[in-house]
């Protein structure tokens, strides 16, 4: 028996590194994700939760664990084109939860759960399990069945996650092609105010959610479902400024929804009135000066970056809903994006990127680039990213 308590007001609750229990996934975890599948009615057994691998209560205290979350829902007229917006609503529920912290997507998630909950009885991801179930159905009734596995063993974690990322590529695809020029509203996401209140994203056609879980195919269809959620249409308005790709609307929006704080985006920017961020990006672009150019990094990426910062620092820097002008997060999909920092001259001012990331934007980085970015493999600091920027006559 449990008593812990549920509900929106746990939403930004922090579990330091201290005072875990235990924690699934995370930077020290290389397997873990979570991915919602929507099944015919008769392909999904309503309530079934499955623990496969051990349980919260068998590991011992400070454990790192992998962790799968497979959900599956059924309804007759849910579409799987919800699926993206279905995963994003993990991370909100389970930090309903009294006592546990979610941050993450996809397969980038981390969950901890604080001593004090473990004791109170929650010892079981049973228990996670039946909340997220009761959430889901009784917020979003176009649910009408749902089944949920929670995946510890670390091999199968490892087996599933080929397919889940195939599925979050094929997602990703869809946009391709779409431009900003082409659609007459963009979205708005608030999902993440809980852990950063002043902070609003914005979903156009050629960029992603900072999470990477939601491009604007998903905006619209998260607003069909539930038009009072957290994602919400922005009608363009005007581009007051061409060259910044600002618009009075979202301008609008963002102020109202900031509580002022910010009252302008340049969305393709990061020096000029930059997006801001939560913590939930998959990267993080920052400026270098000394080389007038810009890094970026992953929230894979392990060590300290060109400039000696790790992610950890660079993301305080680009989190809290500040906006920060030489810093902003990214979701990874953005790196192919046409409009990719365009304001500030996208790629051509790209000094540093890690070489996996750097593989992921290869056809969108200028033929003529892309052996001048500089990788982890090229340099290792400042003096010798100087040195490679002008061996390539770039300074």
């Not at 997507?105 to 009885?121: T, V």
Request: hydrophobic share 40%; with cysteine.
């Amino acid at each position: 028996m449990y008593v812990i308590d549920v509900g929106p007001q746990y939403e930004g609750e922090r579990v330091r590194k201290g005072d875990f229990q235990v924690e699934f996934g995370g930077p020290d975890v290389n397997r873990k994700a979570e991915l919602v599948t929507v099944k015919a009615m008769d392909e999904v057994e309503h309530d079934r939760i499955t623990i496969t691998g051990k349980d919260i209560k068998d590991f011992p205290e400070g454990s790192s664990i992998p962790l799968f979350i497979r959900i599956d829902m059924a309804g007759e007229l849910l579409e799987r084109d919800l699926e993206a917006v279905l995963e994003r609503r993990i991370h909100q529920y389970i930090n309903y939860i009294e006592g546990i912290f979610h941050m993450g997507q996809r397969s980038e998630i981390w969950i901890r759960m604080h001593k004090n909950s473990f004791k109170k009885g929650l010892d079981s991801l049973e228990h996670i399990g039946r909340i997220l179930i009761d959430l889901f159905t009784a917020e979003l009734p176009v649910i009408e069945k749902m089944s949920v596995e929670f995946i510890t063993d670390p091999a199968k974690v490892e087996a599933l996650l080929p397919a889940a990322l195939t599925v979050y590529k094929e997602r990703d695809e869809k946009v391709k092609g779409l431009r900003d020029e082409d659609v007459e509203e963009f979205y708005g996401c608030v999902l993440c105010q809980s852990f950063a209140p002043t902070h609003v994203c914005i979903i156009t056609a050629e960029r992603v959610s900072l999470c990477g879980a939601i491009n604007w195919f998903d905006g619209r269809a998260a607003v069909k479902v539930d038009p009072e959620g957290a994602q919400f249409a922005i009608p363009k308005g005007n581009l007051i400024d061409a060259e910044g790709f600002s618009y009075d609307t979202v301008n609008q929006v963002v102020a109202e929804r900031s509580m002022g704080e910010t009252t302008r985006f340049n969305l393709h920017s990061a020096l000029s009135y930059p997006h801001t961020s939560c913590g939930c990006f998959e990267g993080i672009v920052f400026y270098i000066p000394e080389v007038d150019g810009f890094g970026i990094v992953n929230r894979d990426f392990v060590g300290a970056t060109v400039i000696g910062d790790p992610f950890s620092t660079l993301a305080g820097m680009a989190s809290g809903g500040k906006q920060n002008e030489g810093y902003v997060g990214i979701g990874v999909q953005y790196l192919m994006s046409p409009k990719f920092l365009i304001t500030d001259g996208g790629y051509n001012r790209v000094a540093w990127m890690p070489a996996n990331l750097k593989e992921i934007a290869k056809e969108n980085i200028p033929a003529e680039m892309f052996d001048k970015i500089a990788t982890e493999k090229d340099v290792q600091n400042l003096d010798e990213l100087v040195a490679f920027m002008q061996n390539a006559g770039r300074l």
